[in-house]
């Protein structure tokens, strides 16, 4: 069973900085990507970041240029920069890991950001 553990959301005021954090139990080179999905209330889940185990980046255009994901091998850890962020970017954030058709999901982590 694989393990995601997030952390790092908060409450930030527009145009400031979170950076988001996933832990996993197992290796992160076991999975064919790692990343970032959002919910925001009333509203479907929607992919914002990920990185594949060669640690090619992918993000939804309406984040590009603005959050940047990385990975700490060592630690089996993915984290999440969101900077200049908005308050459309309010949401709970869940961590995902890929396993060719099998997705893991963390417990999610809350982002909110005032106007």
């Known amino acids: 069973q694989v393990h995601l553990v997030e952390s790092g959301g908060g409450l930030v005021q527009a145009g400031g900085s979170l950076r988001l954090s996933c832990a996993s139990s197992e290796s992160i080179f076991s999975f064919n990507n790692m990343g970032w999905y959002r919910q925001a209330p009333g509203k479907q889940r929607e992919f914002v970041a990920r990185?594949?185990?060669?640690?090619?980046?992918w993000y939804a255009d309406s984040v590009k240029g603005r959050f940047a994901i990385s990975r700490d091998t060592a630690k089996n850890t993915v984290y999440l920069q969101m900077d200049s962020l908005e308050p459309d970017d309010t949401a709970v954030y869940y961590c995902?890991?890929?396993?060719?058709?099998?997705?893991?999901w963390g417990q999610g982590t809350q982002v909110t950001v005032s106007s």
């Open positions: 990185i594949s185990a060669r640690g090619n980046p």
């Open positions: 995902n890991a890929q396993i060719v058709v099998q997705m893991h």
